[in-house]
C-alpha cells in the first residue's frame, strides 16, 4: 500500500492508481479486521481526492463553455 510522505497532494491520476491497488488487496488479500479497516479508510480518502479533482474540472469547462468569446473570465478558486 503506496502513501505520500510529503505534504504534497496525490494527482488524480497518483490516488486513482492507489486506490485500484487498495481494491485489489482488498479483494485478493486475507486481512484482519483491523488491516481491512484501515485499507478501505484509506480507500475513502483517495475516493475524495478524485472527487474533488474530478469537481474541479467540472467547474473549470463549465466556465470555459458558459462564456462568450468577448465575455471576462472569471476567477477559479480550488481552495473552495
Given amino acids: 500500500m503506496m ?6 497532494p496525490l494527482s488524480f491520476e497518483d490516488a486513482l492508481k492507489e486506490l485500484e ?3 485489489e488487496t482488498l479483494e485478493k488479500a486475507d486481512l484482519s479486521l483491523e488491516q481491512s479497516l484501515t ?13 474533488k479533482a474530478l469537481d ?3 467547474q ?11 465575455g471576462d473570465l472569471e ?3 480550488t481552495n473552495g
Fill in 3 to 8: 502513501k505520500k510522505t510529503d505534504e504534497s
Fill in 21 to 23: 491497488q487498495l481494491v
Fill in 39 to 51: 485499507t478501505f479508510e484509506r480507500g475513502v480518502g483517495l475516493t475524495r481526492t478524485c472527487q
Fill in 56 to 58: 474541479e474540472a467540472e
Fill in 60 to 70: 473549470k469547462v463549465r466556465i470555459l463553455t458558459t462564456k462568450t468569446v468577448d
Fill in 75 to 77: 476567477s477559479f478558486d
